[in-house]
C-alpha cells in the first residue's frame, strides 16, 4: 500500500476539524492498518477520543460516550465488533445524531463497509453509511520490503536487500506481521549477536 493509495483519504482527514459534520468510514482486512491510521488522525488533532473497541466493549456505553459530542474528533475503531451488543450499538447511534448536531467529525473503522454490517442496528448502520468510506488496499511487494526496512532501521538493524526480498515472501502483507517479525528477529539478533542473515531467519523458523 503506496502512499499514493491512502493519499485520498489522508487529504480527507487534515481538513476534517475545517468541516463541520465531517467524518470518514475506513474499512480493510484485519492487520492492514486501519487502526494506526485513525490512531495518527487522533494524535494530530489534541482533544480527539480515541474509543478502541476491542477494550471497551465490557464498559457501560453511555459512560463510555458522555459528552463525546463536545471532543474535537470522534474514532471509533472496530465498530464492526459491536455486532452482539445492542447496548452499544444504541448508544453510538445516538452518539453519531449528537457529533452530527455539534459539528464533531466522526470516524470509524471495520473489517467490512457499512453495507456490511447487516447485523448491527439497522438506524446505526444507516447513519455510518452516510459518512465518507475508504477501503485500505492490500500492500505492494515494494512497498512492504521498504516498510520491513523502515521498521527495522528505527530499531538499528540493517536488512540487506536479499533479506528483506526474503522476509516479504514468507509473511503476511500486513503491518502488524512486519512490525511482530523485526521485533523478533531484533530480539533474537541482540541475544545471539547475530546479523539477520537469510541462515540465521532460517534458524528462527522463517
Not at 453519531?96 to 446505526?124: I, M
Amino acid at each position: 500500500m503506496s502512499r499514493e493509495a491512502t493519499g485520498e483519504v489522508e487529504s480527507f482527514a487534515k481538513v476534517l476539524p475545517n468541516q463541520s459534520g465531517a467524518g470518514f468510514f475506513l474499512w480493510a482486512s484485519q492487520g492492514q492498518g486501519k487502526s494506526h491510521f485513525l490512531q495518527a488522525c487522533c494524535a494530530a488533532k489534541p482533544g480527539a477520543r480515541y474509543l478502541p473497541m476491542e477494550s471497551l466493549l465490557d464498559y457501560p456505553p453511555e459512560a463510555v460516550l458522555e459528552h463525546a459530542e463536545n471532543d474535537r474528533v470522534v474514532a471509533v475503531d472496530d465498530i464492526h465488533l459491536i455486532d452482539g451488543h445492542r447496548s452499544w450499538q444504541e448508544a453510538l447511534f445516538h452518539c453519531f445524531n449528537r457529533c452530527a448536531e455539534a459539528g464533531t467529525p466522526f470516524l470509524a473503522s471495520a473489517t467490512q463497509s457499512p453495507a456490511g454490517l447487516k447485523s448491527v442496528l439497522a438506524d446505526l448502520q444507516s447513519r455510518l453509511s452516510l459518512l465518507t468510506t475508504f477501503k485500505l488496499p492490500a500492500w505492494e511487494l515494494d512497498d512492504f520490503e521498504r516498510l520491513l526496512g523502515h521498521l527495522a532501521h528505527d530499531r538499528g538493524l540493517l536488512l540487506s536487500e536479499d533479506v528483506a526480498r526474503y522476509l516479504k515472501m514468507r509473511i503476511q502483507r500486513r503491518p502488524i506481521d512486519a512490525v511482530n517479525v523485526i521485533a523478533a528477529i531484533d530480539e533474537s539478533s541482540l541475544v545471539e549477536k547475530r546479523s539477520p542473515t537469510i541462515p540465521f531467519l532460517k534458524l528462527l523458523g522463517l
